[in-house]
């Protein structure tokens, strides 16, 4: 199964629908007609990292991204996942 794609899982017997929490940097450019202040208005639960006039740095799930994109909200270019970002920012040890 695609790592994008939501998934069922059986706990107990119940089904229960899980979302893909991979979280990503991303870069959305409101230049399409919604402002900064209007996509903060709505309770979309973005990690804003940077904020910008016509674009926000974010930390997101796809699924946050996704909905952004379904809705027209903004144009949304995935930069690498969070924990691709945090592990190169992890001290290197010298051999």
Do not use: C, Y
């Amino acid at each position: 199964m695609s790592a994008f794609k939501s998934r069922v899982e059986q706990h107990d017997g119940i089904e229960a629908m899980t979302a893909d929490e991979t979280r990503w940097i991303a870069r959305l450019d409101l230049s399409m007609g919604s402002s900064v202040d209007d996509l903060l208005r709505l309770s979309l639960g973005l990690d804003v990292w940077e904020r910008h006039p016509h674009q926000l740095i974010v930390a997101a799930t796809e699924n946050q991204l996704r909905e952004i994109e379904r809705r027209r909200l903004a144009r949304v270019d995935r930069i690498e996942t969070v924990a691709a970002f945090l592990s190169r920012q992890q001290p290197r040890t010298e051999p």
